[in-house]
């Protein structure tokens, strides 16, 4: 049994090391960049892209509730979660 926990271990890391050693590798010689989408550090930001705006149909989503509703909605589906977690949590705790 241990023997297999010293071999997976062993493959995690080589397989980790490899993944690292091809990241690196991808990111010295900017493999995957485009030229003509050149927008800088935060080229995954869609603010960046030039007429963005344009291209989005803004009017798509009409609220029809007021702003304060729908902050009330997401502090209160926060609240909840928070509580779901707690009450996981404390029956995990229970279970050791």
Do not use: H
């Not at 995957?32 to 050149?38: A, H, S």
């Not at 344009?54 to 009330?72: F, G, S």
């Amino acid at each position: 049994m241990a023997k297999k926990k010293t071999v997976a271990r062993v493959a995690f890391a080589v397989f980790g090391i490899a993944v690292l050693a091809v990241v690196v590798y991808i990111m010295a010689n900017g493999l995957g960049l485009q030229d003509d989408l050149d927008f800088g550090a935060g080229a995954y930001y869609y603010a960046d892209i030039p007429n963005f705006e344009k291209i989005i149909n803004w009017d798509a989503y009409q609220a029809t509730l007021p702003y304060w509703v729908y902050v009330a909605l997401f502090l209160a589906w926060g609240a909840l979660m928070y509580l779901l977690w707690v009450w996981v949590d404390r029956g995990r705790r229970r279970k050791k």
